[in-house]
């Protein structure tokens, strides 16, 4: 069967691949646009997997509001190049608004939530893995909810490759925002002083203590050092108790006490954090994208 201009048009319009990839996919399923449809998803899912061991640690974070429901996400790519896309924002958006409809609580619960298009957030990104040529990896999200007497503050910097979001009991909108602002700038490793870890507490009372020796304290005095520094590095990883970026005659918990406020949760993501990432220049990038490496 001849394929024909009109044919490809159509295909690409209703699945969003390449040129070549529809006369392909239509070229193998003889003009069946169904047939033709499904050879694309399963051709994505084989360059889906063939990608797999990829290291996909760019990309970008976004959140998502609606009244007493907000959603923080991270999806991922393999270069700056492609997380700076408008079709990699657009799929960005999709799973944000997908999941603030619902109710997951796990990636694969989450990957498989049905869009507006029809398709899974999973199927979704398999076709767009396809047609833009590089590992894509949606990890993680979190849903908060929110009572009426409480408020979201939240903030992207840098262009989104960092994201914040508390929840503020009281106060208002722009002191909750405040809050997450110093939280994206400062990068708390916790919220509370009971979110920190007992053997954290203890490594850090230890190394304290030898500072303090080593600097010729009796050991009673030593001890007794060792608690005030222990307060001191609770204000450096800790959200509540860091000094307020904009007056650092308070710490976030007495700023938002004097705006009627307390926190409640915070949650920030940065890009990649935790990930091993890899440095390839963007000549190497470009030609694996062309050679379909």
Known sequence: M?????????????????????????E????????????????GMAKANKKEGRIAA???TNIYVNGNKAVIVELNSETDFVSKNEEFKNLLDTIGQTLLKSDV??????????????ETIKDLIVAKIAKIGEKLSFRRFEILTKNDN?????????????????????????????????????????????DVPEDVV???????????????????????MVE?????????ICLNEQAFVKDNNLSIKSYLANNKGTLKYAVRYEVGEGMEKKNEDFANEVMKQIEGK
């Open 58 to 60: 760019e990309g970008l």
């Open 28 to 43: 193998a399923s003889n003009g069946d646009i169904d047939a033709a449809l499904d050879y694309l998803r399963e051709n």
């Open 202 to 224: 203890a490594k850090e009372k230890e190394i304290q203590k030898e500072l303090a020796m080593k600097e010729g304290k009796p050991e009673d005095i030593a001890q007794k």
């Open 105 to 118: 609580k796990t990636l694969d619960e989450a990957n498989e939530l049905k869009t507006e298009s029809g």
């Open 150 to 194: 409480e408020n979201f503050g939240s903030y992207l910097h840098m262009g989104g490759r960092i994201a914040s979001l508390v929840v503020v009991e009281g106060a208002n909108e722009e002191v909750a925002k405040d809050v997450a602002m110093q939280q994206a700038a400062m990068r708390p490793s916790y919220t509370f002083i009971e």
């Open 2 to 26: 001849e394929i024909t201009a009109g044919m490809v048009k159509q295909l690409r319009e209703i699945s969003g691949a390449g040129m070549m990839d529809c006369k392909k996919a239509l």
């Open 228 to 236: 005030g520094r222990i307060n001191k590095f609770y204000k450096e």
